[in-house]
């Protein structure tokens, strides 16, 4: 599993060795999801550095929009395809919101796909820090 994985944080294009034995303690379900995604400091160091942190959307109406609710797969692929048929809808969700990188934006709503025992209310799980 990759650390990012573990953490609760997005699955990103690095594929997940599903054969390998599943532990007590690793999730098992992949969970597609929006989030308001939200630029955040992380500390002044190197001249400063920041990350992504997402809300679990929660509203029926954002959810009405998409034309899905959150889901949980077995198999990243089927979770990543469930996402891809949600994320041409968010344009509409997103209108008249300021960018993340603009100081005054409110964040922005994405559809995510996690590993995870059961649905994220948020990510990152742990903030990061900077090594």
Not at 21 to 50: H, I, K, M, N, R
Not at 69 to 86: G, H, I, N, Q, V
Request: net charge negative.
């Amino acid at each position: 599993m990759n650390d990012d994985a573990a953490r609760g944080e997005p699955v990103g294009d690095e594929p997940i060795d599903e054969d390998a034995p599943a532990t007590a303690s690793e999730p098992a379900l992949y969970w597609t999801a929006c989030f308001l995604v939200s630029l955040c400091f992380g500390d002044q160091a190197e001249g400063g550095w920041w990350f992504n942190q997402g809300e679990l959307a929660t509203t029926p109406d954002i959810y009405r929009s998409l034309g899905g609710t959150p889901r949980s797969f077995l198999a990243e692929d089927d979770a990543c395809a469930y996402a891809a048929k949600l994320r041409p809808k968010l344009a509409a969700l997103n209108e008249g919101r300021l960018p993340k990188h603009s100081a005054a934006s409110q964040g922005v709503y994405e559809i995510h796909v996690l590993q995870a025992a059961s649905l994220p209310l948020g990510f990152p799980e742990i903030r990061p820090h900077y090594e």
